[in-house]
Nanobody
Framework: QVQLVESGGGLVQAGGSLRLSCAASGRTLSGYFMGWFRQAPGKEREFVAALAWIGGNSAYADSVKGRFTISRDNAKSTVNLEMSSLKPEDTAVYYC??????????????????WGQGTQVTVSS
């Protein structure tokens, strides 16, 4: 079982930047994809970005491509999400998830078996 704890959310003005971190513990992450999803009020949880722990291949939602960057720190077992040029529509609770390789699609939240508690990101206009 992988335990995940997010941090780094907050309030920022449009055009600003934030860095989210997800600290993982409990198991080695070599067999996992790590993903960031977000959920805005009244909306379903949506895919933001994902990264393979081995190899580092990454993928992004079209809405964040070119503005967000997902990365990993092997030594600290953390997955980071650097967010820049933030827009009010980026406002949501951001969740970090872990998906075993071979279990469904990286874009589908149902394929992720482990989640953090979420961290709020609010972008003011």
């Amino acid at each position: 079982q992988v335990q995940l704890v997010e941090s780094g959310g907050g309030l920022v003005q449009a055009g600003g930047s934030l860095r989210l971190s997800c600290a993982a513990s409990g198991r080695t992450l070599s067999g996992y994809f790590m993903g960031w999803f977000r959920q805005a009020p009244g909306k379903e949880r949506e895919f933001v970005a994902a990264l393979a722990w081995i190899g580092g291949n990454s993928a992004y939602a079209d809405s964040v491509k070119g503005r967000f960057t997902i990365s990993r720190d092997n030594a600290k077992s953390t997955v980071n999400l650097e967010m820049s040029s933030l827009k009010p529509e980026d406002t949501a609770v951001y969740y970090c998830g872990a998906r075993r390789i071979g279990y469904g699609s990286m874009y589908d939240g149902r394929a992720y078996g482990n989640w953090g508690q979420g961290t709020q990101v609010t972008v003011s206009s």
